[in-house]
């Protein structure tokens, strides 16, 4: 009896597995076909110029510009559009990562070339962005060796919540002014999208540590103490980063690896005034744009293909049929072992 139960078990142990390889085969076959179709979409439309692109689905090649930016938050570079990943290596014995933080954050922009601009909605969009940060810290080098991880990435984690007891892997991709990109999607009219500067109040968590005072920046302590930015130590940065933030939780000071006490951001400071040339470049950099116009290059209705990338339309062709071929090959394969398995 003991031996039938076993063998029973044993074969249910099988079946499970072996529908879950197949479910898992008939998964990776949905996603190759799907980028297959997304393949045949992006030959199927040819590649307008901009200024006689057409309502509807659309492929234009241009550069990125705008009149506004963000900083990202690890590089500190202006852009149109960061997005931020951290992957912490799990315990075990192969080396496995698992994605623990991840941020996008954008303002519209426009696409343009030599016969004109268009307003670029990148919500929804898939991204194929070059990247333009990626580094791994051992778990020591956030405690006895602070010096060698930036600030940026120490706020980053905090942000998130996140104590590096494991080695992390920090990424960052960005559309920068200038850069060369891909656009496939839905030329429609424009629904409301306006071109604006990001809101400083939620954009004071992506300037943290590189906010651009034309004063010193000062930061009194309780004692009494103002040291300015050049005179704190890296400890005495990331505070002044999280105070900026308005990080005020202790189990996020801890995940930064500094002592949490109750400090206040002197605001009497005033910055010096900005320059009449200065602010009339502005104006003049932001007349060069219509900041409502009525079209816009966003994602269209019922989930239609947009993409932003640095490839070109060819490059993007070639990516995609690569990454189709490799799933849906794989997935039979997947299929197949799984209904072997069932069998026998």
């Known amino acids: ?53 057409a309502i509807g689905v659309v492929e234009v090649t241009g550069l990125a510009t705008g009149p506004h930016t963000i900083t990202a938050p690890i590089t ?27 941020q996008t954050l954008h303002v519209p922009f426009f696409i343009a070339d030599s016969t004109g601009q268009l307003l670029i909605e990148p919500i929804g969009a898939e991204l194929d962005l070059l990247r333009e940060y990626c580094e791994e810290y051992a ?9 060698e991880v930036p600030p940026r990435i120490s706020v980053f984690l905090a942000r998130h919540g996140i104590a590096p007891g494991l080695r992390v892997r ?30 400083s109040r939620s954009d004071g968590l ?17 004692s009494g103490a103002a040291p300015t930015t050049q005179e704190m130590g890296q400890q ?16 996020a000071w ?14 009497n400071a005033t910055p010096a005034a900005v320059s009449p040339g200065e602010e009339s470049s502005h104006e003049e950099k932001s007349s060069d744009f219509n900041l409502t116009p009525p079209l816009v290059l966003m994602k269209g209705a019922n989930d239609s293909a947009f993409v932003i990338s640095f490839r070109s ?24 072992l799984g209904f072997y398995m069932l069998l026998a």
């Open 170 to 199: 920090i990424e960052e991709n960005l559309i920068r002014p200038e850069d060369t990109l891909f656009v496939a999607g839905t030329l429609t009219e424009n629904p409301g999208v306006e071109v604006r500067p990001f809101s």
């Open 313 to 336: 339309q060819k490059e993007s062709v070639i990516a995609l049929t690569r990454k189709s071929v490799a799933l849906i090959s794989g997935g039979a394969a997947i299929i197949l």
């Open 139 to 147: 778990a020591s080098s956030f405690s006895s060796n602070r010096d």
């Open 254 to 267: 801890s995940a930064a690896g500094v002592p949490y006490e109750a400090l206040a951001v002197d605001e």
């Open 76 to 102: 500190g570079k202006p852009c149109f559009l960061y997005h931020t990943t951290a992957w912490q290596e799990r315990k075990g014995k192969k080396q496995e990562w698992e994605k623990i933080a991840d």
């Open 206 to 222: 992506t300037n943290l540590v590189e906010a651009k005072f034309v004063g010193p920046e000062i930061i009194r302590l309780q």
């Open 1 to 53: 009896m003991l031996v039938c139960i076993s063998v029973f078990i044993a074969i249910n142990q099988l079946a499970i597995l072996s529908l879950i390889a197949i479910a898992g085969g008939l998964y990776f076959l949905f996603l190759g076909f799907q980028l297959l179709a997304r393949k045949r979409l992006l030959l199927a439309v040819p590649t307008s110029r901009i200024g006689s692109a």
């Open 236 to 251: 005495a940065k990331i505070t002044a980063a999280l105070i900026r933030a308005g990080i005020s939780k202790p189990e």
